[in-house]
């Protein structure tokens, strides 16, 4: 297990159209997180599972933003009826022992 | 809310000098302090943190310098090599109504080292 995987890498879309993205996390980290950066911004938190529960949600998470983390592997970020303003790179990271974050390299999501 | 706060967007420094990166914060409760470099289509990758009990972390040719009656802190790269002209991140972990056990962080200063 060599990092954090997240896929796709690219992914462009027509607004109102629905999209997946996935996490892979490290195997043995059980926090993870979804972030959003935009040009000129430092990534934003989104929301934060403790194994497969969902403990904090963003005010930026909204209604069209859901997440999942079945057994508390891999998680999966979903956006519906897409929007312009959702174009960006979602990050997600793995938090392991002694704050050891590590993120993926993220999917850039553009909006057309 | 900013928390976290870089005020200078962009760097320029000669290589084999020195390069200081600032950032400042404004929750007195941040426990953890980290800094991340950040490649475009890239994540941000892991550099070098330190614990708000503190206020020196070396590695290498980075070190990280914490005042923690200033909300300050910064990083110092020394001697500053062309391969490490990126973006760096400042970021903060620690008590947030908003996102619990989370990172906040700054807006980024892109750094360019010229030969």
């Known amino acids: 297990d060599t990092g954090v995987s997240q896929n796709p890498r690219h992914k462009i879309t027509k607004r109102g159209q629905n999209v997946t993205f996935r996490c892979d996390p490290i195997s043995e980290h059980n926090r993870l997180y979804w972030y959003r950066q935009t040009l000129g911004q430092g990534p934003e938190f989104l929301t934060y599972?403790?194994?497969?529960?969902?403990?904090?949600k963003s005010r930026l998470l909204s209604d069209r933003f859901s997440a999942e983390r079945p057994k508390g592997s891999f998680s999966t970020l979903e956006i519906q009826r897409t929007e312009q303003g959702d174009s960006a790179m979602y990050l997600c990271?793995?938090?392991?022992?002694?704050?050891?974050?590590?993120f993926g390299s993220g999917t850039r999501l553009t909006v057309v | 809310d900013q928390q976290v706060k870089q005020n200078s967007p962009s760097l320029s420094v000669q290589e084999g000098r020195i390069s200081i990166l600032n950032c400042d914060y404004t929750n007195s409760m941040f426990d953890y302090f980290l800094w991340y470099k950040k490649y475009p289509a890239e994540g941000p990758t892991f550099l070098i943190s330190i614990s708000s009990i503190k206020d020196k972390n070396e590695d290498g040719r980075f070190t990280v310098f914490l005042n923690k009656s200033a909300k300050h802190l910064s990083l110092h790269i020394v001697p500053s090599q062309p391969g490490d002209s990126a973006v760096y991140f400042c970021?903060?972990?620690?008590?947030?109504?908003?996102?619990?056990?989370?990172?906040?962080f700054g807006k980024g200063t892109s750094l360019l080292v010229t030969p």
């Open positions: 599972f403790q194994n497969e529960a969902q403990l904090e």
């Open positions: 990271a793995s938090e392991g022992p002694n704050y050891g974050y590590t």
């Open positions: 970021a903060a972990r620690g008590p947030n109504s908003n996102s619990g056990y989370a990172l906040n």
